[in-house]
């Protein structure tokens, strides 16, 4: 059974960082394309970052050098750190894979 569990999120003032952690269970991440996705309030979904099985990785334009995205394979657990966050940086942070995701994590930043 394929699960995923976020965690890290948490309320941070604009500038701040923050490490969010996706533990997987069911499959191997290493073998598997991985993606964090978030939903601001009110919003859709938007795709933010993706790791893919060789190890290379993507990032939206708009995260594109305060976000990132990585893996420890030994732990199955893939993350997604995030520095100089913005107030619009505020939603519900889903990891997902092979048209699973997992229950979220917030992110709120805020002064």
């Known amino acids: 059974e394929v699960q995923l569990v976020e965690s890290g999120g948490g309320l941070v003032q604009p500038g701040g960082s923050l490490r969010l952690s996706c533990t997987a269970s069911?499959?191997?991440?290493?073998?598997?394309?991985m993606n964090w996705v978030r939903q601001a309030p009110g919003k859709g979904l938007e795709w933010v970052s993706t790791i893919y099985s060789d190890g290379s990785t993507t990032t939206a334009n708009s995260m594109k050098g305060r976000f990132s995205i990585s893996r420890d394979n030994a732990k199955n657990t893939v993350y997604l750190q995030m520095n100089s966050l913005k107030p619009e940086d505020t939603g519900l942070y889903y990891c997902?894979?092979?048209?699973?995701r997992g229950q979220g994590t917030q992110v709120t930043v805020s002064s």
């Open positions: 997902s894979t092979r048209g699973f």
């Open positions: 069911g499959f191997t991440i290493s073998t598997s394309v």
